[in-house]
């Protein structure tokens, strides 16, 4: 089996990625109102990749927001069935002055694709269309599959939820697998057993009535920008620690054993400087940096602006500030109590020479995956089968908002099988992903349905 799989894969692997860079040139950017056209443009071409792939049926189906597709491959009611969760949405690609080429003008350099949507989420979920296409055109699919792909997980996958709840019989299936993480290498090959959680908010903060001369006014008047940039300094301690109380008080503490199996995973802090031009880490004390981006929560401020910022100089007293502010949250926190802890705290230290308006722009909720569960063991006898080596079970420091509603409403577990990097510059300019990972996540994902089939 492994070998036709492997001459099928080999003798279609051009057509395989420039299907790939085809999607990656629609600017599929959810965010953005502008792109509306664009991500309706993507799901056309999700639904025809899915039926050219082997999908007895594929769908657009329209939201409130952007349309989800569906698609499905029943082979035997009465076989397991895999249910693929993806997303077409894209990030913004700001700022485009520090690419180093078009962000939807995808080109390949050191094996590499550099393109917004990449590795987030373009190139991996369709390498499970390409490992469906592969089984079909083989004729050895063992298991049902089913597609769900959004196009608003960049944004919170707000519609995705009424989707789910609406259509559980649509959705039936024994386990949900999803491509949208990384591992540590393709040396040393991982599987996500968890993701954190999330609670994103926008902070507006007002002094005066209108902008003012900085020189008439200054001193005599509260500057947004300066009452803003001393609230956000005072949610950390001299420690790193978050200052917000009850912040921590859900927080499972991970046991010794759990945080020794991750200081056994292959990491070089030095290596982790260089590449990100950094002198020094940063952190919680007390803890390692992978600890920190794993089973640690965190408060981070992912833009702050007000005032002028034009080129040259203008000198004003801003009559507004503002910054977004995200919280990654760890098993047992829960966004919608974060996310109110954060505002009230907000509220209360905000100085009566101010006003503050906090409102909410989405949240998710963190998820674990056992790792003696049915789905882990057959993503780990497929990892084995196409690395050679056991793959090492570590927590991932993203989120992806819709897992902890997908197993409460559809009750089955969730696996991760990411073949990304953590450095691919996910969400950052020219990120990018290996053409090798790519083409060994369509080996791969052939052997999981082999194996998730055959376990009793």
Aim: with cysteine; aromatic share 8%.
């Amino acid at each position: 089996m492994s070998q036709t799989w492997n001459d099928y894969q080999h003798k279609h692997k051009d057509r395989f990625l420039e299907e790939l860079l085809e999607m990656l040139r629609i600017p599929s950017v959810s965010a953005r109102t502008e792109h509306k056209a664009d991500m309706i443009r993507c799901a056309e071409m999700v639904q025809k990749r899915l039926l050219e792939a082997g999908a007895d049926k594929a769908e657009i189906i329209a939201t409130a927001g952007h349309p989800i597709v569906y698609g499905e491959k029943i082979i035997d009611p009465t076989k397991p069935t895999v249910l693929v969760y993806g997303h077409y949405d894209v990030q913004p690609p700001d700022p485009l002055e520090l690419w180093n080429s078009g962000p939807f003008d995808p080109i390949i350099k050191d094996g590499k694709i550099f393109a917004r949507g990449s590795c987030d989420d373009k190139g991996q979920f369709y390498m499970h269309v390409k490992a469906m296409e592969t089984m079909v055109q083989t004729n050895t699919l063992c298991t049902n599959i089913k597609f769900c792909i959004e196009g608003e997980e960049e944004v919170g996958s707000m519609h995705l939820t009424e989707f789910v709840i609406a259509n559980k019989e649509l959705l039936k299936a024994d386990v949900i697998l999803i491509s949208d993480t990384a591992m540590l290498s393709l040396e040393n090959p991982s599987i996500d057993i968890g993701v954190r959680g999330l609670s994103y908010i926008e902070v507006e903060v007002t002094g005066p009535n209108r902008d003012l001369h900085s020189g008439v006014y200054g001193g005599a008047v509260a500057n947004p920008i300066t009452i803003l940039s001393k609230m956000i300094a005072s949610l950390h301690d001299e420690n790193n620690r978050i200052t917000i109380p009850g912040f921590y008080d859900d927080v499972i503490i991970a046991t010794d054993s759990e945080r020794q199996m991750m200081a056994s995973a292959p990491f070089s802090e030095e290596e982790y400087k260089t590449d990100l031009g950094i002198k020094e880490v940063w952190g919680e004390t007390g803890f390692t940096t992978n600890e920190r981006t794993g089973i640690r929560p965190t408060i981070e401020i992912n833009g702050i602006w007000g005032g002028y910022t034009g080129e040259g100089a203008k000198t004003v007293l801003p009559s507004k500030a503002f910054a977004k502010i995200s919280a990654r949250l760890v098993p047992n926190q829960h966004s919608h109590k974060i996310t109110e802890l954060l505002i009230n705290h907000l509220q209360k230290i905000a100085p009566p020479t101010i006003e503050l308006k906090a409102t909410l722009h989405h949240g998710g909720e963190p998820y674990m995956t056992p790792v003696d569960c049915k789905a882990y063991q057959a993503a780990a006898a497929a990892i084995y089968d196409t690395f050679g080596k056991k793959p090492i079970p570590v927590r991932g420091g993203g989120s992806i908002p819709i897992c902890a509603l997908f197993e409460k409403e559809l009750g089955v577990k969730i696996v991760f099988m990411g073949f990304g990097l953590d450095s691919d510059n996910l969400h950052s300019p020219n990120e990018k992903f290996n053409v090798e990972n790519y083409y060994k996540g369509i080996e791969t994902i052939p052997y999981f349905h082999k194996h998730f089939a055959a376990i009793k």
